[in-house]
T-cell receptor, first 118, second 114 residues
Framework: AQKVTQAQTEISVVEKEDVTLDCVYETRDTTYYLFWYKQPPSGELVFLIRRNSFDEQNEISGRYSWNFQKSTSSFNFTITASQVVDSAVYFCALSEAGYGGATNKLIFGTGTLLAVQP | EAGVTQFPSHSVIEKGQTVTLRCDPISGHDNLYWYRRVMGKEIKFLLHFVKESKQDESGMPNNRFLAERTGGTYSTLKVQPAELEDSGVYFC????????????FGPGTRLTVL
């Protein structure tokens, strides 16, 4: 069965600190996708990144970086020099490949609430 | 280009009443998904449409929930009769291609059943 675990329920940091949000996943599929979404106080889910299971390269986008390690089934997200605007709930999600008529429904973790204090 | 829209943004109803939620996907997106987040828990998949057909409805909790997508455009999700445990935020998402493309989410409808 597919499962995503975000063990950190809440994290509080002070502005300019670096913070890492953990995500561990379980799947029997060899082809799958991993996602991070941000949910700011306004409520909508904002797409941040998608990685497929064959690409283990780490990715950096500005202050955001992602570390994908298949050996530990983890897809961690680091915010460098955090800012107050980063305060939100962050969700990690997993989907199967969606071939052959299979749906690519997202399996979400429970989310991590990040509070960045000024 | 307009994003995914959902109506209403909030709904407060009494137990036993009926509520209909609406989702308008991004134009041209054949794939439409419904998800639900009950307070404090994970966001859970409800069902997936490809155009007007239900591709996967394995997440629908029971037969009090009915989803439709007539004409393959907007979708409605009806809860009848509503129960207390149906309270939560209902998200709709759409995507162009099911093979791993990101799903674009709407702002959600917060449903409160009293």
């Amino acid at each position: 069965a597919q499962k995503v675990t975000q063990a950190q329920t809440e994290i509080s940091v002070v502005e300019k600190e670096d913070v890492t949000l953990d995500c561990v996943y379980e799947t029997r599929d060899t082809t799958y996708y991993l996602f991070w979404y941000k949910q700011p106080p306004s409520g909508e889910l904002v797409f941040l990144i998608r990685r497929n299971s064959f690409d283990e390269q780490n990715e950096i986008s500005g202050r955001y970086s992602w570390n994908f390690q298949k050996s530990t089934s983890s897809f961690n997200f680091t915010i460098t020099a955090s800012q107050v605007v980063d305060s939100a709930v962050y969700f990690c999600a997993l989907s199967e490949a969606g071939y052959g008529g299979a749906t690519n429904k997202l399996i979400f973790g429970t989310g991590t609430l990040l509070a960045v204090q000024p | 280009e307009a994003g995914v829209t959902q109506f209403p943004s909030h709904s407060v109803i009494e137990k036993g009443q009926t509520v209909t939620l609406r989702c308008d996907p991004i134009s041209g997106h054949d794939n439409l998904y419904w998800y639900r987040r009950v307070m404090g828990k994970e966001i859970k998949f409800l069902l997936h449409f490809v155009k007007e057909s239900k591709q996967d409805e394995s997440g629908m909790p029971n037969n009090r929930f009915l989803a439709e997508r007539t004409g393959g455009t907007y979708s409605t999700l009806k809860v009848q009769p509503a129960e207390l445990e149906d309270s939560g935020v209902y998200f709709c998402a759409s995507s162009q291609d099911p093979q791993g493309n990101e799903q674009f989410f709407g702002p959600g409808t917060r449903l409160t059943v009293l």
